[in-house]
T-cell receptor, first 113, second 114 residues
Framework: SAVISQKPSRDICQRGTSLTIQCQVD?????MFWYRQQPGQSLTLIAT?????????ESGFVIDKFPISRPNLTFSTLTVSNMSPEDSSIYLC??????????FGDGTRLSIL | QQQVKQSPQSLIVQKGGISIINCAYE??????FPWYQQFPGKGPALLIA?????SEKKEGRFTISFNKSAKQFSLHIMDSQPGDSATYFC?????????????FGKGTKLSVIP
């Protein structure tokens, strides 16, 4: 399966600032996804990162808050904008291709003070 | 509306015992059902998966049982070991691609005690 690297692995940020999380895959993949996992909770899909076009956001998530880029088939970024304590969470990148299961990175643990 | 219901929320099993986690889904269009295992500080890792055309799939100590008519599937961990202590998530997806729009259950925290 693909090797997925996420940076940073954790961060502590001030309220009102923004953080960009990077997801790098060691091979080209069709689909890249961004999830949020709050402590002790399940995973919630934020958006699907589409190469060469705007990301597809799930209900409750908007581009102004979570802008996503996907410049090529191996890289994507998620920015958490104007952060508040409610944004403290684990942010996970996953990748997949047709007829292949999704595989996840180890996530970015984000705390907002 | 939660589309995949998972139970129990937590489970304590003696070493060597059988761990059983159950999931039920609502959307009959789902056509791929993976299980993920997550250790603290790590991302979810694919454990085993099944499609609805089979009733059971076994990989080592891990078995998925699938009941299409009841819209239920379960994970059985035989001879449970302390190293199996983790959170397990069932999931379901559409399209047959196996990688699009996963819907997760709420997770089961398994503790295997020596």
């Amino acid at each position: 399966s693909a090797v997925i690297s996420q940076k940073p692995s954790r961060d502590i940020c001030q309220r009102g600032t923004s953080l960009t999380i990077q997801c790098q895959v060691d091979s080209q993949v069709t689909m890249m996804f961004w999830y949020r996992q709050q402590p002790g909770q399940s995973l919630t899909l934020i958006a699907t990162a589409n190469q060469g076009s705007e990301a597809t956001y799930e209900s409750g998530f908007v581009i102004d808050k979570f802008p996503i880029s996907r410049p090529n088939l191996t890289f994507s970024t998620l920015t958490v904008s104007n952060m508040s304590p409610e944004d403290s969470s684990i942010y996970l990148c996953s990748v997949g291709s047709k007829n292949q299961p999704q595989h996840f990175g180890d996530g970015t643990r984000l705390s907002i003070l | 509306q939660q589309q995949v219901k998972q139970s129990p929320q937590s489970l304590i099993v003696q070493k060597g015992g059988i761990s059983i986690i159950n999931c039920a889904y609502e959307n009959t269009a789902f056509d791929y059902f993976p299980w993920y295992q997550q250790f603290p500080g790590k991302g979810p890792a694919l454990l085993i998966a099944i499609r609805p055309d089979v009733s059971e799939k076994k990989e080592g100590r891990f078995t998925i049982s699938f009941n299409k008519s009841a819209k239920q599937f379960s994970l059985h961990i035989m001879d449970s070991q302390p190293g199996d202590s983790a959170t397990y998530f069932c999931a379901a997806t559409l399209s047959g691609a196996g990688s699009y729009q996963l819907t997760f259950g709420k997770g089961t925290k398994l503790s295997v005690i020596p």
